[in-house]
């Protein structure tokens, strides 16, 4: 298992979790904009098998195809880096099994998952969810304007969010040292409004001439248009409501 790097110790380490068929320009800034909010020493992106509860009428592009364009997509940030603890399990894990894997291998670290909004919105259909917010702090990504409920998690949950999308809100979370404990962040920190099926759906229309035209970093643009990826018209499955979904 390709465990985070042990950068310093109390390392700050933020677990990006998603399908990113493809990975865009919206992840990216997410990572960014994360790194500054929460000071982190690390983001680790984690591609993942397919959810069970994301209903598609294809399969995504192979988890070799995915990895390999998180690779490009991140090389160049010393910060970054791609794991595949998921691809390369023996048996599709779910997120709870997966974070207490990596803490496991690096009990010093303090970490934080983040998941889009949608996936927020469907956290009580995950694999032991009550245990997976108490795992970790966690981070909940969503669109400028996008009403997050609270109502579908337990008194106990709601009592652990802090939103910073509140004017009264810190604007620097690294002056907090909360990290160490299970707070579940909400930020609307980056105004990109992406999804990947979008991004799908932009290379079908496209066509051979597309390389750079959709809204994905160049290499990977390259990497779609070399290997010929989601040209098929069925792959433009229901849209993404909240940039770079995490998965159960």
């Known amino acids: 298992m390709d465990a985070p790097r042990r950068s310093s110790t109390?390392?700050?380490?933020?677990?990006?979790?998603?399908?990113?068929?493809?990975?865009?320009?919206?992840?990216?800034?997410?990572?960014?904009?994360?790194?500054?909010?929460?000071?982190?020493?690390?983001v680790l992106f984690i591609p993942a098998h397919v959810a069970p509860h994301k209903r598609r009428n294809v399969p995504p592009a192979s988890p070799l195809h995915r990895y390999a364009m998180l690779a490009l997509a991140t090389q160049g940030e010393p910060r970054f880096r791609v794991s595949a603890v998921?691809?390369?399990?023996?048996?599709?894990?779910?997120?709870?099994?997966?974070?207490?894997?990596?803490?496991?291998?690096t009990p010093d670290a303090h970490f934080l998952f983040v998941m889009g909004a949608d996936s927020w919105e469907?956290?009580?259909?995950?694999?032991?969810?009550?245990r997976l917010l108490s795992l970790v702090a966690h981070v909940v990504v969503t669109r400028p304007g996008y009403e997050l409920s609270t109502e579908h998690v337990t008194a106990e949950a709601r009592g652990r969010i802090v939103d910073l999308r509140q004017p009264d809100a810190p604007g620097d979370v690294a002056a907090i040292e909360?990290?160490?404990?299970?707070?579940i962040y909400f930020t609307d920190a980056v105004k990109m409004e992406i999804a990947s099926s979008d991004i799908r759906r932009a290379v079908r229309e496209a066509g051979e001439g597309?390389?750079?035209?959709?809204?994905?970093?160049?290499?990977?643009?390259?990497?779609?248009?070399?290997?010929?990826?989601y040209r098929e018209a069925h792959e433009t499955e229901r849209h993404d409501a909240g940039r770079g979904r995490a998965h159960d």
């Open 10 to 42: 109390n390392a700050r380490i933020a677990l990006y979790g998603g399908t990113f068929d493809p990975v865009h320009d919206g992840h990216v800034a997410v990572a960014r904009e994360l790194l500054k909010l929460f000071a982190l020493d690390e």
């Open 86 to 105: 998921e691809l390369d399990a023996p048996e599709k894990p779910y997120t709870v099994e997966t974070i207490a894997r990596l803490k496991a291998a």
């Open 122 to 130: 469907e956290i009580t259909t995950w694999r032991e969810w009550e």
């Open 178 to 183: 909360v990290m160490g404990e299970s707070k």
């Open 210 to 229: 597309q390389a750079g035209s959709i809204r994905v970093p160049q290499p990977v643009a390259e990497y779609i248009k070399k290997y010929r990826l």
